[in-house]
């Protein structure tokens, strides 16, 4: 069961070219790109071990977040150039005040194809208040993320004794009309290795699918060790001694493999970002919440923005920025090259 990575090679003639001035937004090995992350905040309502710290944090300033109006005007002409699925992520989105503005203005727009879907992804605190609102504003999927359903063992991981509204997000989501439910989880040794098909029980119990991500060095802190993440590999041993798993073919562009249990309806997903890394399909690109465009989770470079949309840049300059950042994405992140460096943004800045 061992995933071999799409191996991109450069083609000289198209390395220092420039970016297509039409046609969809590729890049120099030929994926087209659909799906646009967009952060609405570094914020959250929880400082997980694995992601910040718990004090000190040096949040944005607020001035520096995109407002609703940019957010749709750069979403719209992403539209227009074949982006069809926009994620809301932060921080935690359900922090924006005008998160049901945001997602009216973006389930509007329409690729050259039809409709765009609206996804979230969240930790579901507040979620089941606001959901009827949100599922009227045009949102169409969910991810909630819940790395343990152990109320001490959620404590001292999120640093915020939350467990029970994160629950019942969860409970309002599962019986909503957003499916299909996906449930996330970063597998961590000696943290919530042991929990590993409690978990996937508990996603089949809420008609969702559990997805089990690797631990990745996108951490505030910069204190990532290899040897506490737990490997693709080592999730799927785990799940076997309970079920029976079947790989699932068609996998696409999607982040995770996705495998059967006992032969039956129910699924579980692993995202191997380290170990089995998906880069050669990988049609994403991302907009961070103040204004910056990154077209790789895991880039140190970013694409400035902010000066064409405050200071009176055209949508055709917009457009090019677009072209220009993910025509210089690179063949993959290289995570287990010895020459990778971390990014210095953490994962809550650049947008989950």
């Known amino acids: 069961m061992t995933a071999v990575p799409i191996v991109l090679a450069e083609r000289a003639d198209l390395a220092f070219a420039d970016a297509p001035g039409s046609g969809p937004l590729v890049d120099r090995f030929g994926r087209v790109h659909r799906d646009l992350r967009i952060s609405l905040t570094d914020r959250c309502s929880l400082r997980c071990t694995y992601c910040m710290p718990e004090q ?9 977040i995109l407002g609703t109006v940019e957010i749709e005007r750069v979403a719209r002409i992403a539209a227009s150039l074949g982006i069809s699925t926009f994620r809301l992520t932060g921080g935690e989105p359900l922090l924006r005040r005008d998160l049901e ?4 203005r973006l389930s509007a727009l329409e690729t050259p194809d039809g409709p765009v879907e609206i996804a979230m992804t969240t930790n579901a605190i507040g979620l089941d208040e606001r959901l009827p609102r949100l599922i009227d504003a045009g949102l169409g999927r969910l991810n909630i993320s819940v790395d343990t359903i152990r109320a001490d063992r959620f404590s001292d991981l999120t640093r915020r004794d939350r467990l029970g509204d994160v629950l019942a997000g969860i409970r309002a989501a599962s019986e909503s009309a957003l499916t299909p439910l996906k449930l996330n989880a970063v597998a961590m040794r000696g943290v919530n290795d042991d929990e590993l098909a409690d978990l996937v029980q508990f996603a089949i119990d809420h008609g969702a699918q559990m997805r089990f991500i690797e631990q990745m060095p996108l951490d505030a802190g910069h204190t990532w060790d290899r040897a506490r993440m737990v490997t693709r590999d080592e999730i799927l041993e785990a799940l076997a001694e309970r079920w029976e798993l079947t790989a699932v073919p068609g996998r696409g562009g999607a982040p995770a493999e996705s495998w059967r249990l006992d032969g039956s309806a129910h699924t ?6 380290v170990t ?14 103040d204004g910056q465009m990154r077209n790789c989770l895991f880039s140190n470079s970013e694409f400035d923005l902010v000066p064409i949309l405050r200071g009176g840049g055209s949508d055709a300059d917009i457009e ?4 220009r950042c993910i025509w210089k994405k690179l063949p993959g992140h290289a995570i287990n090259d010895p020459s990778f460096l971390q990014p210095a943004r953490g994962m809550n800045a650049i947008g989950g």
């Open 101 to 104: 503005e945001v997602i009216g």
């Open 276 to 289: 089995a890394p998906f880069c050669g399909a990988c049609d994403r690109v991302r907009l961070t919440a």
């Open 320 to 323: 090019d920025l677009l072209r």
């Open 268 to 273: 579980v997903g692993v995202i191997a970002s």
């Open 56 to 64: 000190g944090n040096e949040w944005l300033a607020r001035q520096s």
